[in-house]
């Protein structure tokens, strides 16, 4: 929709003709709320709303709620759409094709995952069920099958609403997306929260009572009752169409498109969002990275070019953050798996400082980790732990990897001061002095 939106600013319907197809009841919704609206830190369901369908409609956008595309004729140039309420069929014929399917969740094989009390969290029909759920469910124990950002994010949801809830995840340490040193102290800050963290275990079946409801997570070597068990496993890009139309996709099953969001090979055929991969600007990969940022800004090129003007989506560094209760966790650009992976040297810096100057009120800690490339010194990642004034600071390395800055460039910005808000040395400019340090020492 932010596609449609930004073409219609630029062409009037007379124009230009939009129509667009959308399985479920709502568009234009935050799909990043979702765990806040279920804690109770977002209170109304309308507020994870941008724009509505009718908003869409009163500015000539043809929207179809409840229909669901079921083929793509690229040769004919057209799409067949089902309405689901009636199960009525039909064709409609495109100039123009955009493709924002987005990503699906991974929900596993196994016995019971689809048994009453268990939960994917991706629409707001699925948060309101879960809502509805953890309302009448008279029991307060809680699963949370996954520990990356849905399921911290969950897990604080869970935790807030009075569950006890218990995290059963498959990697050593949660949030997958650091390296497991950084990811240790999550662990450890989460059981800190009365979390209880089950790492290195993988679910085998979810167990259901004689009600047929959820009863308990099963892996190889244990099980854990659950009244209730939300999946946070992850999702795939949702191309099960752009495959059986024959449109190119990537390692990551996700759509290939070119700097203009243009499917590659396919002059009026562009794609966006979760349903896509893109360009690793740190390691020249294309990675699949699912958020709405992205998405935002896909759909703004794609409007523009499809409207006949011309822009570009050059990339991202893959920055991320999020948090679990008072904990932030952030990172950007690679962890130390994904530059052995580039086939990149590297050193790293550890750090651990303050929010804030030592001797102002509530100042709190946090760990920076910092890589940067063996002989050139151009920054290559940072991941950050703590609490109050952590998360944000990744914004700064952020721009240091899109800007291709090196660490020993890093340590004379001049970055903002003042004791409430910073330590006169901020911590990522430690951590880069740290870096450069290592650099000069040719050790990691």
Known sequence: MSAA?????????????????????????????????????????????????????????????????MEIDVAGGRVRARDVESGDEYWTPY?????????????????????????????????????????????????VVGAGYIGVEMAEA???????????????????????????????????????????????????GEDGRVRAVATEDAEYPADVVVLGIGVRPETTLARAA??????????LTDLAMRVRGHENIWAGGDCVEVLDLVSGRERHIALGTHANKHGQVIGTNAADGYATFPGVVGTAVSKVCDLEIARTGLREKDARRAGLQYVTATIESTSRAGYYPNASTMTVKMLAERRTGRLLGVQIVGREGAGKRVDIAAVALTAGMTVEQMTSLDLGYAPPFSPVWDPVLVAARRAAKALNAGTS
């Open 5 to 69: 939106s930004q073409a219609r600013r630029l062409k009037g319907a007379d124009e230009l003709e939009i129509v667009a197809f959308e399985r479920g009841h709502f568009t234009s919704f935050s799909a990043c709320g979702i765990p806040y609206w279920v804690g109770g830190d977002v209170t109304d369901r309308d507020e994870l709303i941008a724009r509505t369908a009718e908003e869409h409609r009163a500015r000539d956008i043809d929207l179809r709620l409840r229909t669901e595309v």
């Open 95 to 143: 100039d123009k094709l955009v493709i924002a399917t987005g990503a699906r969740p991974i929900r596993p094989d196994m016995p019971g995952a689809d048994a009453p009390g268990v939960h994917g969290v991706q629409t707001l029909d699925d948060g309101q069920a879960l809502i509805d759920t953890l309302t009448r469910t008279r029991g307060r124990r809680a699963v």
């Open 158 to 208: 869970l935790i807030n609403r009075g569950y006890e809830v218990t995290v059963v995840n498959r990697g050593s340490e949660p949030m997958s997306t650091l390296d497991a040193d950084m990811g240790r102290l999550v662990h450890e800050a989460m059981e800190g929260l009365g979390i209880t963290m089950v790492n290195d275990a993988e679910v085998t079946k979810i167990l259901t």
């Open 246 to 255: 024959g449109l190119p996709l990537g390692d990551h099953g996700g759509l």
